[in-house]
């Protein structure tokens, strides 16, 4: 044997009853460290677990919000579209017709989800009104307004507890 190796031989001698006293503090050290890494870990993926249900579900009321303006487009234009019968000139005075809530006439096939009401709107009373943009004194005479309101309405949320509504003006001028 070489001088280096009986060196070796003695130092790894000397030192093996202090290595194996150590090596349990070591096993317990990592464990509690191993423990609190996992507490740490568990904490972080929970608070991310929350964070993507409130993004999923203020993503849920930004598409109920699009739907329900959607909704309110297509109900103005199912009265006013092309070849299609103006519900809004007709003459709210006397008539029973308002509000219309016939859901076939306002929002007929639709994809949004939506429900629709058109009602007259600051007039409880149905009685013909001048429309509140014409300049001309005499065309008064000869105009009265439909102010009427059309108002949209979508449930949203994993139990549908949630409303979001939108309502839209429409002065509809008319002759007398």
Known sequence: MSKASKVISEVSMTRSPNLTKQRGVVLVV?????????????????????????????????????????????????QVGPGQINGFARPVTGDINFPITNQALLLPGTATKSSARVDVANNQYNIDIACPHLKVASSTEVFSCNMLRVRTNRNYGRTNNSNISADSGIAQQLLK
């Open 30 to 78: 990592s464990l509690v460290f191993l423990v609190a890494l996992t507490a740490v870990a568990a904490a972080l993926m929970q608070n991310s677990t929350t964070d993507m249900k409130m993004s999923g579900a203020s993503e849920e009321k930004v598409v109920a919000l699009q739907e329900v303006v959607s909704a309110v487009d297509e109900v103005i234009f199912n």
